[in-house]
């Protein structure tokens, strides 16, 4: 069965230190990876995704997240958090040849000033 | 570009009542999601469509929801009768079929209240 975890319902780091949010997957076939973020009362924004290629992948707002084949992770990270970043981060990935996506159960980042 | 457009933002019914909540997706987008968020169930999948055609509805919880795309820009998702527990955050999502993985573009969201 395809699946996606997040171990980690929160994460908290200081402004300015680097940050990472935890995914991992299990899926059969070639791993389509997602991350987005949700702000309070928002709609989820697509940060990055990964297909094929370079393991690392670059998004928005200075993100990327590594794709680690060995381990079945795509971890979210960011060299310098902002108290900006704050909000809550969902993994996702895709099943099989279909258009759908299973999401991860979130996790909420919060960055001290 | 517009984004993906829903409404009612909000709403706040009472149980037994019809609830219609609307969706335009991106201009352009081929594909539509219905989503549905919880505290206790995270977010997960309803129904989509391709090419206005429902394609998977395994996510829809029961026979009082239903979901419509009449056409390429409008989806309906109804529930009738509402019950309390249907209170939660609907979204809906978009995304084209222009490449081999395709990003969904998710909608503001329509926080339902059933009291």
């Known amino acids: 069965a395809q699946s996606v975890a997040q171990p980690e319902d929160q994460v908290n780091v200081a402004e300015g230190n680097p940050l990472t949010v935890k995914c991992t997957y299990s899926?059969?076939?070639?791993?389509?990876l997602f991350w987005y973020v949700q702000y309070p009362n928002r709609g989820l924004q697509f940060l990055l995704k990964y297909i094929t290629g370079d393991n690392l992948v670059k998004g928005s707002y200075g993100f990327e997240a590594e794709f680690n084949k060995s381990q079945t992770s795509f971890h979210l990270k960011k060299p310098s958090a902002l108290v900006s970043d704050s909000a809550l981060y969902f993994c996702a990935v895709r099943i099989g040849d279909t258009d759908k996506l299973i999401f991860g159960t979130g996790t909420r980042l919060q960055v001290f000033p | 570009d517009a984004g993906v457009i829903q409404s009612p933002r909000h709403e706040v019914t009472e149980m037994g009542q019809e609830v219609t909540l609307r969706c335009k997706p991106i201009s352009g987008h081929n594909s539509l999601f219905w989503y549905r968020q919880t505290m206790m169930r995270g977010l997960e999948l309803l129904i989509y469509f391709n090419n206005n055609v429902p394609i998977d509805d395994s996510g829809m919880p029961e026979d009082r929801f239903s979901a419509k795309m009449p056409n390429a820009s409008f989806s309906t998702l109804k529930i009738q009768p509402s019950e309390p527990r249907d209170s939660a955050v609907y979204f809906c999502a978009s995304s084209s079929a222009g490449g081999p993985v395709d990003t969904q573009y998710f909608g503001p969201g329509t926080r339902l209240t059933v009291l």
């Open positions: 899926v059969s076939g070639n791993p389509y």
